[in-house]
């Protein structure tokens, strides 16, 4: 397999892992164990690190290894709020632009997150979750938009797993599918009304720890 697909199936594990902590945030890697975790050899997981480096979801430092980045209410706010903002920018966008063709792809992930809902899978929620992003992101067609606001999304979904995971599969997976509804729809005023209800849901379990 060609270097560059063996850095990007590194990229795509890793981040995997670190939506569902198997990579603790705040723990220190080393190379080797994450060779050994993604089963790619040291060149291509360079390539990866360095692309998660600069989204800032680890910390690449010399001579001790590869730092998770933590989990931190303040920082999570910031992210909330730098998401709120590209999120509306290209679901706006998305439910002005979408093709026919497009809706009926958008169309899938409803039935792709029911079925996980009905197996009690998180972990393939928040896989259908960030497959269904990436395809309002290309169907918004603003590139800058989209990834600038791809990594906040990895760092909202690993919060949300820490956080509330399980519990709220169900009420979350609902709300992520009367967003594709209104995208379909056409609905922009009720798609923006759902970005920032699912952006509130996760604010709102941010200040509950603030204030603990």
Request: glycine share 2%; charged share 30%; no cysteine.
């Amino acid at each position: 397999m060609p270097e560059n697909k063996l850095s990007n199936k590194a990229y795509i594990i890793l981040e995997e892992f670190l939506v569902t902590l198997k990579l603790e945030p705040g723990k220190t890697y080393s190379e080797k164990e994450l060779m050994s975790l993604t089963g790619v050899s040291r060149t291509p997981l360079r390539e990866a690190l360095l692309k998660l480096s600069y989204e800032s979801l680890i910390n690449i430092i010399p001579r001790r290894g590869i730092e998770i980045s933590d989990i931190n209410m303040t920082n999570q706010l910031a992210i909330l709020e730098t998401r709120r903002v590209l999120d509306s920018l290209l679901i706006s966008r998305a439910t002005k632009y979408a093709t026919a063709f497009e809706k009926e792809h958008i169309q899938e992930f409803k039935n792709h997150m029911q079925e996980a809902v009905d197996a009690n899978d998180v972990e393939a929620f928040l896989r259908i979750d960030k497959e269904m992003d990436n395809l309002i992101f290309k169907t918004a067609r603003n590139e800058f938009a989209s990834k600038a606001t791809s990594p906040l999304h990895v760092r909202s979904r690993r919060f949300w797993y820490y956080f509330k995971g399980i519990e709220d599969l169900e009420r979350s997976a609902n709300t992520h599918m009367k967003l594709i509804d209104a995208i379909i729809e056409g609905n922009e005023n009720e798609a923006l009304q759902i970005s920032d209800k699912i952006i509130n849901g996760l604010v709102d379990v941010v200040k509950k720890y603030i204030n603990l």
